[in-house]
């Protein structure tokens, strides 16, 4: 099977600084990497994804790393504003279809 | 756009009671899923549909059971309720091969 985990359950940072949100997958073989960002009392939102064969993806404001040698992402937020407060979560693909495994979010939480 | 629209928002239920949750989608979306979501443990799997008329089991189906009532609608049935199920649950709609899943706003059920 998959297992997919995060780093840090929760992450502070200042407004303007940037967000590094760390996510570690077990499956070799796993296709497709996502981000989702999940505010408070709402589903989880499509920020950013990236396929097997790529190391890097950039978005507006969001850089998302892929390292499969150790089988790691990552998602980088520049200039963390206050609108980026929620749950964080990774999702990996594996094995075709449309079936997503989660990591357990880190909770980000900016400071003014 | 109502996106993935899920009935009720909220709802709490006795042991041994039953209900249903209701999803619909209106963005033609082939792959429909339910996620339940429990504090430090991320979204898992259910059910999941990959096209209308076909289910199948994701990672927790145990004490449920799922509709694929036509493409737009996909309902989970929970027959004698249990306070493990106690939780929020999640549909979610994606297009075929793509990475994006679109959620709904979630269920928060409560089983006492």
């Known amino acids: 099977g998959e297992s997919v985990g995060l780093h840090l359950p929760t992450l502070s940072v200042q407004e303007g600084d940037n967000s590094i949100i760390n996510c570690a997958y077990s499956?070799?073989?796993?296709?497709?990497f996502i981000w989702y960002k999940q505010e408070s009392g709402k589903g989880p939102q499509f920020i950013i994804d990236?396929?097997?064969?790529?190391d890097k993806r950039q978005g507006q404001r969001v850089t998302v790393l892929l390292n499969k040698t150790v089988k790691h992402l990552s998602l980088q937020i520049a200039a963390t504003q206050p609108g980026d407060s929620a749950v964080y979560f990774c999702?990996?693909?594996?094995?075709?279809?449309?079936?997503?495994?989660f990591g357990t979010g880190t909770q980000l939480k900016v400071e003014l | 756009n109502a996106g993935v629209t899920q009935t009720p928002k909220f709802q709490v239920l006795k042991t041994g009671q039953s209900m249903t949750l209701q999803c619909a989608q209106d963005?033609?979306?082939?792959?429909m899923y339910w996620y339940r979501q429990d504090p430090g443990m991320g979204l898992r799997l259910i059910y999941y549909?990959?096209?209308?008329?076909?289910?199948d089991k994701g990672e927790v189906p145990n004490g449920y059971n799922v509709s694929r009532l036509n493409k737009r609608e996909f309902s989970l049935r929970l027959e004698s309720a249990a306070p493990s199920q106690t939780s929020v649950y999640f549909c979610?709609?994606?297009?075929?091969?793509?990475?994006?899943?679109?959620f709904g706003q979630g269920t928060r059920l409560t089983v006492v």
């Open positions: 979610a709609s994606s297009g075929t091969g793509a990475s994006e899943a679109f």
């Open positions: 499956n070799s073989a796993s296709d497709y």
């Open positions: 990236i396929r097997s064969n790529m």
């Open positions: 999702a990996v693909r594996t094995g075709g279809g449309n079936k997503l495994t």
């Open positions: 963005m033609n979306h082939n792959s």
């Open positions: 549909s990959a096209s209308e008329g076909t289910t």
